[in-house]
């Protein structure tokens, strides 16, 4: 069996793996620890997204805010950064809150994992959606490369676990 990965955000290019170098069915248990692992990847990527205001991500730089929006902000909220406001948006990206998405699901044969913030406004600047206030588009996730291969690198790791503990091959290829 040929086991891919894909990884994709509204408005962001897809990125597709292929992990070729061995066959194995990934079982329950390697998919848990997988997610977890890439959970914790996918975590670490948005912290240092907002630490550089987007310039970590495959799009870049976020665009400035509006002369009219930013002494706004800096009036009511002081000197936050680009997309931080309340802080939720940020929170809901960085670690678990009641507004982050995290989950993994099986349909059929593929495992699909899910991350992301139930947040409706972080949609708006993922698109650049007309929001109540309009807004430009600033990817909130933005998978770059590196992401991506480390992804791929932590299911790679479970497979090799899972095929090892079945007796699937002797030494590890990664």
Partial sequence: MLVSATLKAPNTQK??????RFEADL???AVKRAHRQISKIFF???KELFSTQGRSGKHGKWPDLSDAYAAWKRKHFGNLPIMVLRGHL???LTKVTSKTIKTASKSG????FKYGTTLEY???HQKGIAGPHGSKTRRAIDPNDTMAREMIREIQREIVKAAKKTGGFDTAII
Avoid: Q
């Fill in 44 to 46: 670490e990527h948005e």
């Fill in 122 to 124: 972080g949609l708006y």
């Fill in 15 to 20: 990125w597709r793996g292929n992990i070729t």
């Fill in 109 to 112: 044969s593929k495992w699909f």
């Fill in 27 to 29: 079982e329950y248990d």
């Fill in 90 to 92: 940020v929170r809901s």
